[in-house]
């Protein structure tokens, strides 16, 4: 694939027309200013649209017109915004009631203010570029866009990624889709405003620059002193032998599969035998100038790294299949050497290592907020404004399209594997599941069901799976769903493939390369183009067809970014996926997983528009929500940094917009150390020291899980299933299935938050700066997090940790969840973290129903709640019911039922019911239960309180 510079083509077109600015038109929703162009990559239109009260879309140009193609994250926009427009000397302003957009005549740039005239953002002066850039015939620009960013401000936002990053403010991003890295190109201030940047190829926030080798940055000298390259030294197995290999690397670069030889990486020295090897680069590098230093360590297997001997990079690891990166920053000052060291050991014979680095940029320019895209036919994006952040959230999803409520069966407990091989195997571990009476709603059917040679075909290997109706059927008759895998990849060999290929909708730089992926002898496929629309009609047709009639409640879309073949450098990563229908894949590369959850979601609704459409997807994008799309985070590693790792993802997936996300419980690439525990343990009976971490481990993994928006377990061997973990009576088991009865028990409770997703546009997993953005000590608080307005988790990642530190943030007291025991906001406290328990805490005013134990999410209605309010301030808390598996809420078929608690009277009220749907209990029981300072309460579902009988008419109670 070239990249073609069309500067000078650019340059003699731009001359024979003559450029005029400073003149403004009026549109339907907005203005267009013409501005005078200096040079022809200078821009020369923008374009203000309003789009509600409070949204804003702008767009800007060097062309003579705008781009004609359709936004694929905005959804049509039904309602007309009232707005004025009014001219001065030197700018255009468009303004609603709340606030207004104000364009510079002179330079185009913009800057938006409240209703009063507060500034609130502002492009920054000159921060906007556009850069000729050609693919495949297809002229656009490569873009940036600076905004001008206040010392205080913080981000958050950008997908989910795994560097355990937070706040992004001076941080740098790069947004591409990747196992375990999903991409949102969305960002949210503290400052209560979000801009959602229209684009859908490779983008940067931050830095704009690639990471470059580290022999550009730094003068390099190896372990001898001599300059020029560090010292590599490659050390065999004992086991091998090979001998010692030592030679000098004039950088450290071996971060992919070479695109000729798939089997070999990239500089790696050729015939060295890499399983059970151990390699150093050592020696020393030198800035050429002072400053900060931002590097990223991409790796594979175990990997230290010292800079100036400090440990920079304590250990980590990754299988060799999935590498991660990780990003750090160090000061450094020019001319003076410093030694660096990396440890690596590979995994396997096939294994990753790369440090690259940016060279300094001042700080001023760093903490900008910055934006770059790749490939984009103009700068295009919308300010969205809000109150607060959840208001921000809103206007987002006004643009992008309302969140779906999930069926009430996927609030409950998913068990899944890699993976249930037979037919058999599945329905026990269900049935076990039921015999040990630990509630379970969803049994995941993970990849390869299918005839070995047959990927794509959605047929099922008659010999381990006989009879695949029957075995839905069995499921459903355990009271359970089922959820099965289909990856957008089809073997040449089967007809589905055959069918995309005859219409043109197969990407084929895989078949042209004879690409054989790792099943079996290998075998040849690739991805269908989800970017045409009657290919998408076809793969839901195909699933149709041969797996709907089966009664398969629930759609795993796996390897959707699309992953067409692991470990390949970027650019060979976009000949595997395109060109597609909408135009070459370097500007359409992050928005597959969109499109391709489109398919699903209006294939079934047209099918059967009742029926809740449930989606999980290892890919996501902007707009992701409108399609009852939930997201995982990968094929993420079972280390206590992975988990904690989780956190920080999940919270700025959460504030991406996308409400719905999970993680695999324990992780999915497992460390041999633990494999060869739970073998050990088979064998012996014994608890070696690896295997009572791994039980350790996952035992504050599932704690964690249970408090986020699907609960869900998930990975390699060993096996998730709690009795495979550990025996009954042990406290791993005893810990697993409490919280998971605890995650049924709070069903009323999570089942409303679902409902205010939809309603209210709200986001379940919070990052406490959503609820207390006055209290800036939570701006960077990354390991705490609410779920829900009452609950504050503070999960435990250290292994062998019996405390943790818990910040309690200010303007509200505090309740510990399990003793009742109050605490005052506004300070930081070490506290009891036992194996068994997970801090979790309870925001003074809160109110929390409970419901009765349940095995299943529907199991029996809840004709009693108990209500646990938290005295010390005013509360309120709406109960939301519907029928939990179809679309009648749509149509108004659903029952709210508000509480509110006034402190200063001690009583609560428990209002008028709103609404009915089919099926509502038209009389039920609260049992009202009272924590207090002086009266601490422990936890107890079964507590008896104040009765009250409701019938759905208002009610008052005491509960001093």
């Known amino acids: 694939m070239k990249l073609k510079n069309t500067s000078v083509c650019l340059l003699a077109g731009w001359m024979l027309m003559a450029c005029s600015g400073g003149g403004y038109e009026k549109t339907s929703n907005g203005i267009i200013v013409n501005v005078e162009q200096q040079q022809p990559t200078d821009v020369r239109k923008v374009k203000v649209e309003v789009m509600g009260e409070k949204l804003i879309h702008v767009s800007a140009t060097p062309e003579k017109n705008f781009s004609k193609a359709e936004s694929l994250i905005i959804v049509p926009q039904k309602d007309k915004t009232d707005f004025s427009v009014e001219e001065s000397e030197d700018a255009v302003s468009v303004k609603t009631s709340e606030v207004c957009a104000i364009v510079s005549k002179a330079t185009g740039e913009v800057r938006f203010t409240d209703a009063s005239g507060n500034l609130i953002l502002a492009e920054d002066e000159k921060g906007r570029s556009f850069k000729p850039i050609e693919v495949q015939g297809t002229k656009a620009y490569t873009v940036r866009q600076v905004f001008q960013s206040p010392d205080d401000e913080a981000f958050y936002g950008l997908g989910q990624h795994q560097a355990d990053e937070f706040n992004y403010k001076g941080k740098n991003e790069e947004l591409f889709q990747y196992n375990t890295k999903v991409s949102v190109p969305f960002i949210v201030s503290n400052k209560n405003y979000g801009i959602l940047w229209d684009s859908y190829s490779l983008c940067r926030f931050g830095d704009p620059r690639d990471y470059a080798q580290l022999s550009t940055v730094f003068k390099l000298y190896d372990k001898e002193g001599k300059e020029g390259a560090l010292t590599g030294t490659y050390v065999p197995s004992q086991k091998s032998t090979a001998e010692t290999l030592v030679r000098r690397e004039d950088s450290v670069y071996f971060e992919h599969l070479k695109s000729e030889d798939l089997s070999k990486v990239v500089n790696l020295p050729e015939g060295f035998p890499f399983m059970g090897s151990q390699v150093t680069y050592e020696g020393e590098i030198e800035p050429m100038e002072s400053g900060r230093f931002r590097f990223i360590l991409y790796y594979a297997g175990y990997t230290k790294v010292y800079i100036d001997g400090e440990l920079v990079v304590p250990e980590r690891w990754r299988t060799a299949w999935n590498p991660n ?3 750090f920053a160090v000061d450094l000052k020019a001319g003076k050497r410093v030694p660096l060291k990396i440890e690596w ?15 300094p940029v001042s700080a001023e320019e760093q903490n900008k907020q910055s934006w770059w895209g790749e490939m984009q036919n103009e700068i295009d994006y919308y300010f969205v404004y809000g109150e607060d952040m959840d208001e921000v959230i809103s206007g987002y999803r006004a643009l992008t399209g309302k969140s779906q409520i999930m069926p009430k069966w996927a609030m409950g407990y998913w068990q899944s594997r890699e993976r249930y091989k037979t037919q058999e195997e599945i329905l026990d571990a269900l049935k076990e599941f039921r015999k040990r009476q630990i509630p379970i709603d969803n049994i995941v059917l993970d990849w390869s069901y299918w005839p070995e040679n047959a990927w794509g075909s959605h047929e099922f290997d008659k010999a381990r799976f006989p009879d695949p109706k029957g075995m839905v059927d069995s499921i459903h008759a355990l009271n359970a769903k089922m959820m099965i895998s289909v990856w957008p990849k089809f073997y040449m060999t089967t007809e589905h493939y055959k069918e995309f290929d005859e219409k043109g909708w197969m990407y084929q730089q895989a078949v042209k390369d004879s690409i054989r992926d790792w099943i079996g002898p290998g075998y040849i496929g690739s991805f269908y183009d989800a970017y045409a629309e009657s290919a998408r009609k076809l793969f839901w047709k ?9 009664g398969i409640d629930a759609w795993w ?7 067409v073949r692991d470990c390949t450098d970027l650019a060979y990563r976009k000949a595997l996926c395109g060109p597609t229908a909408l135009g070459p894949s370097d500007q359409y590369f992050n928005a597959y997983a969109l499109m391709n959850a489109e398919a699903i979601y209006d294939g079934q609704r047209a099918v059967d528009n009742d029926k809740r459409v449930f989606l999980l997807t290892r890919s996501g994008f902007a707009g992701l929500q409108r399609y009852s799309t939930a997201t995982w985070s990968g094929d993420i590693a079972t280390r206590w940094e992975d988990m904690k790792a ?15 996300w999970t993680m695999d419980i324990g992780g999915f690439c497992v460390e041999k150390r633990y494999e060869d525990g739970q073998k050990e343990f088979n064998k012996t009976g014994k608890e070696n020291a690896d295997y009572k971490e791994w039980r350790e ?7 964690f899980g249970a408090f986020c928006p699907l609960f869900r377990a998930h990975g390699q061997y060993p096996f998730r299933e709690v009795w495979n973990i550990a025996p009954e009576g042990h406290p791993a088991y005893s810990s697993i299935v409490y919280y998971t009865k605890l995650r049924y028990t709070m069903m009323p409770y999570i089942y409303s938050l679902a409902g205010m997703t939809y309603f209210d546009d709200y986001t379940i997993m919070r990052p406490l700066v959503m609820d207390f953005t006055a209290d800036t000590k939570v701006n960077n608080i990354s390991d705490q997090f609410m779920f829900g307005p009452a609950l504050m988790a503070a999960p435990v990642y250290e292994y ?13 007291g505090w309740y510990d969840f399990y003793t009742g025991k109050y605490m005052a906001g506004g300070q930081q406290l070490k506290v009891d973290a036992p194996y068994e328990r997970m801090p979790l805490y309870v925001r003074e005013g809160a109110i929390v129903p409970y419901g009765p134990e349940m095995q299943y999410s529907d199991e029996k209605p809840a004709e009693e709640i108990t209500l646990y309010v938290y005295a010390g301030k005013d509360g309120e808390f709406t109960l939301y019911e519907d029928e939990g598996v179809n679309y009648n809420y749509e149509k108004g078929q659903y029952a709210t039922i508000p509480f509110t608690y006034n402190d200063a009277e001690g009583t609560l009220t428990i209002g008028d019911r709103a609404g009915e749907f089919p099926g509502m209990l038209k009389e039920r029981t609260f049992n009202v239960v009272k924590v207090s300072k002086d009266k601490p309460q422990p936890f107890d579902a079964k507590a008896k309180g104040v009765t009250v009988k409701y019938d759905g008419k208002r009610q008052s109670v005491s509960i001093s």
């Open 325 to 327: 990166s990780y990003k």
């Open 697 to 703: 481990l996952n035992t504050r993994w599932y704690q």
């Open 800 to 812: 062998g940790a019996r405390t943790r530190e818990v910040y309690f943030p200010a303007t509200c």
């Open 542 to 550: 195909q699933m149709e067809d041969h797996l709907y009639p089966l």
């Open 557 to 563: 879309m796996d390897a959707s970014e699309p992953n």
């Open 646 to 660: 989780q956190i920080s993802a999940g919270l700025n997936f959460a504030v991406s917009g996308i409400p719905y």
């Open 345 to 359: 050991i590979p995994d396997g014979y096939v294994s990753y290592c790369g440090l690259r680095a940016l060279s």
